[in-house]
Nanobody, 115 residues
């Protein structure tokens, strides 16, 4: 079992920055990949960024160059630094953790970017 708790969301003006955090607890040593999805109103959930246990990262094209994912294994925490935010980044952001045969989700956190 893995528990994920997100923090750091909120309201920001376009061009601003936010940093999301996701603290993992439980069988964290079993986590292979951890990252972030987001879901905007009326849209499907999309993968935003991920980072593997080896440190390999991946991003959706729309956030490349603006978002950076990182993980602190000692703190069992993953971060998503979001810069140059746009109104299109407005969504509920979900942290996820992928083990060999299971995926766990956080409760989601709102990010709102005003124009």
């Amino acid at each position: 079992q893995v528990q994920l708790v997100e923090s750091g969301g909120g309201l920001v003006q376009a061009g601003g920055s936010l940093r999301l955090s996701c603290a993992a607890s439980g069988t964290t040593f079993s986590i292979n990949t951890i990252g972030w999805y987001r879901q905007a109103p009326g849209k499907q959930r999309e993968l935003v960024a991920s980072i593997s246990s080896g440190g390999s990262t991946g991003y959706v094209d729309s956030v490349k160059g603006r978002f950076t994912i990182s993980r602190d294994n000692a703190k069992n925490t993953v971060y998503l630094q979001m810069n140059s935010l746009k109104p299109d980044d407005t969504a509920v952001y979900f942290c996820y953790a992928e083990l060999v045969s299971q995926r766990y989700w956080g409760q989601g956190i709102q990010v709102t970017v005003s124009s």
